[in-house]
């Protein structure tokens, strides 16, 4: 595959000790038919490059594309969406991409925002905590990316 996009994270193989691994394409393409959908392109390249594991990239706690695209966990996420409200926010098409908890947080880019989409955060609520809000981080997936591995690299250098 050709990184457009993610070219940080391309040459970013692993972050201290901990290595970033990603998937085939042909794995990202039997979950895309899977779902009778098709990942924005920068979010194939984090697939092809980190799809597997995202090392000490801290992005919740689960990001992998087995996991996250399973049958269990898209039951997990349907019932806390149903169960918290999101059901009548999350109206378009989505993918959630990493998430902590069951999802009761969860990072996500709607489905139809191009091939570097917005990444946007569900968590709960400050008027009521059985409740979730969504809330656009303003920043693309390829930024967002970026920024987690600056994040990383200061986490590994100063040990916070």
Not at 24 to 34: C, F, T
Not at 57 to 67: A, G, K, Q
Request: charged share 30%; net charge negative; proline share 3%.
């Amino acid at each position: 595959m050709t990184i457009e996009y993610l070219k940080k994270l391309h040459a970013t193989p692993k972050i201290g000790i901990r290595e970033i691994k990603g998937v085939s394409g042909d794995e990202i393409k039997k979950v895309e038919q899977k779902f009778n959908i098709q990942f924005p392109l920068a979010y194939s390249e984090f697939l092809f490059l980190a799809g597997n594991s995202c090392g000490a990239l801290p992005i919740m706690d689960t990001s992998d594309l087995e996991t996250i695209s399973s049958d269990w966990h898209y039951e997990i996420m349907q019932d806390e969406i149903k169960e918290t409200g999101l059901n009548n926010t999350l109206v378009r098409p989505f993918w959630l991409f990493a998430e902590s908890n069951g999802c009761e947080q969860f990072y996500f880019f709607y489905l139809d925002e191009g091939d570097d989409p917005t990444v946007y955060l569900a968590d709960y609520s400050a008027a009521d905590y059985n409740k979730k809000d969504v809330k656009s981080l303003k920043v693309n997936f390829s930024t967002f990316i970026e920024k987690k591995i600056d994040t990383a690299f200061k986490i590994w250098e100063e040990g916070w």
